[in-house]
């Protein structure tokens, strides 16, 4: 029988004498390699030695990111095998969340797979920690006065959450270090503080609060006179009194020299400044020029058409224009023949209630989900000229013999080419591609390890242009602090290839405008 870690039981985390041989080792004389394994060992709940943390971790962080037990540094990761039953069920989906399953399930049997010791005596990890499986037994753990208060709050202990709570406990009151949950499951942190137990998001990947919380271009105070030779000669070397301000490379700010005296700029390292570029309009050979009508969209332009920078990342809410000015770009930079083409692509994850499996082609299947493209591409390559009625144009058609689908859009043409792929992201996986302006809309909506897979495929000579809004996530797997697109952003901020600019003011309508600052 297992015994708490009070007073009365101290003892058993005092008999292991001194600090012992490495693990996955042999240890030596025959005594140690034959002493009896103390009360718990067998079911992992005494951590290894008594330095480092207990980190349990939820089935969700694994699913998240398969490379999170080796981000623990020198503490104890405890996995309960109800985790393992729980990633037996997503190891067959054809899905990242199935590849990481199986991922996962790789990395821990070359772990333990590497060792003639028990599972739950744990292995090495990386950082000089230890990895070990815990193993939850309803009978013996009712002998411990807390995991029966517990079963007294959460009775159905066939639920695996519940037991994953329940081994959390175990390891707290065994072990003399502390005990802590990690989980993505905001209900299931709510049950782990109700019963006493630490817990916390994995934070691997977060960003942190003020990099989502604020969209305003940072201020670098300058001279007047500095600023008026920056505006003729397009670029300034920053004299300022003091420090200069911390400011990542490729970023945009804006230069001051009061209130009203402002000009926007890029950063371009060693304290050097220059002038966005950026045409009167993107032009759009046979259809609709697109002009920028504010402050992010001219930085946003400026990104994009810049042949130096191939990473651009965009924050902006509702109706702020990311899609339609970053296919504007797209379009006039491949039909200005710098590259060989145009691939839009969105995440595939709905907002609300599903409607089933959608009949018809792989086309058919795709079309509602990327029927916004397709909005922003007709409004831009569909020559602004008075049309015939509605009505008309079905009369005529049907006087034709044919029907309304046979009606072709402006951008069928530029399809039947190739110049413009229009695809869903989940067949990206293994590709590459070289010499495309690819544009990822709704990347808020991917992984880190999603948008590592996305970043990974592109080129020589190709820009990716990952847009998004991080507070409008249908994921449950991410939030605004934890999805792929804030993740690139975080990571690849500061490279001399890559930009990010914030979209703010809405251009869609005044409704637009106010619903998303006010609802």
């Not at 005092?14 to 034959?34: E, F, N, V, W, Y």
Request: aromatic fraction near 6%.
């Amino acid at each position: 029988m297992i015994q708490p870690n009070d007073s009365s039981q101290s003892s058993l985390l005092d008999t292991r004498g001194p600090a012992k041989a490495p693990l996955g080792r042999s240890p030596k004389g025959a005594a140690q390699a034959t002493r009896k394994p103390r009360p718990g060992e067998l079911s992992g709940v005494i951590a290894p030695h008594k330095s480092g943390k207990n980190f349990l971790l939820d089935t969700n962080v694994l699913l998240h990111d398969p490379g999170s037990i080796q981000r623990f540094a020198d503490n104890h990761i405890c996995l309960p095998v109800d985790v393992l039953s729980e990633l037996d069920k997503f190891k067959n989906e054809q899905s990242e969340r199935g590849a990481n399953a199986r991922a996962i399930h790789r990395t821990l049997t070359a772990l333990f797979g590497h060792t003639e010791c028990p599972v739950t005596e744990g292995v090495p990890t990386e950082g000089g920690g230890t990895l070990r499986l815990v193993i939850f037994d309803p009978k013996e753990a009712q002998k411990v006065g807390a995991v029966r208060q517990f079963h007294r709050v959460f009775p159905e202990l066939d639920r695996v959450d519940h037991r994953i709570l329940a081994c959390a406990l175990l390891v707290k009151e065994f072990n003399a270090s502390p005990a802590i949950l990690v989980t993505k499951d905001l209900n299931m942190q709510l049950k782990a503080r109700a019963v006493g137990i630490r817990c916390q998001d994995y934070l691997n990947d977060k960003v942190e609060v003020k990099e989502v919380a604020n969209y305003e271009y940072l201020r670098i105070p300058v001279l007047p006179n500095d600023l008026q030779r920056f505006a003729s000669s397009g670029e300034m070397r920053w004299e300022g009194e003091g420090e200069q301000p911390e400011v990542a490379l490729n970023q945009y700010v804006l230069l001051s020299a009061g209130d009203k005296k402002t000009m926007p700029a890029r950063y371009l390292g060693e304290g050097r400044y220059v002038r966005l570029r950026v045409p009167e309009a993107l032009r759009i050979p046979g259809g609709n020029n697109l002009k920028p009508v504010n402050l992010g969209q001219q930085c946003f332009v400026d990104a994009m058409l810049n042949p130096e920078i191939s990473l651009v990342t965009c924050y902006g809410q509702a109706g702020t224009g990311k899609t339609l000015v970053g296919v504007a770009a797209g379009l006039s930079e491949v039909l200005a023949r710098n590259f060989n083409g145009l691939t839009v692509s969105r995440p595939i994850v709905a907002m609300g209630e599903g409607v089933g499996f959608l009949p018809g082609s792989l086309d058919d299947k795709m079309k509602p989900w990327l029927q916004p493209i397709y909005d922003a591409l007709d409004l831009l390559l569909r020559p602004d000229k008075p049309q015939a009625p509605r009505r008309k144009q079905k009369t005529a058609s049907k006087e034709a013999g044919g029907n309304e689908s046979d009606l072709s859009k402006p951008y069928d043409h530029l399809l039947q080419q190739g110049l413009i792929e229009i695809e869903a992201l989940c067949y990206i996986r293994g590709r590459s591609i070289p010499n495309r302006f690819f544009i990822l809309d709704e990347a808020q909506q991917l992984t880190p390890l999603e948008a590592k897979t996305v970043v990974t495929r592109i080129s020589r000579g190709s820009k990716l242009v990952l847009i998004g809004d991080p507070a409008q996530i249908d994921n449950p797997y991410v939030d605004s602090r934890s999805n792929g697109l804030v993740y690139t952003r975080k990571r690849m901020k500061g490279q001399p290839f890559a930009a990010h600019v914030f979209l703010t003011k809405g251009e869609r309508s005044a409704l637009a405008e106010a619903g998303a600052q006010l609802m």
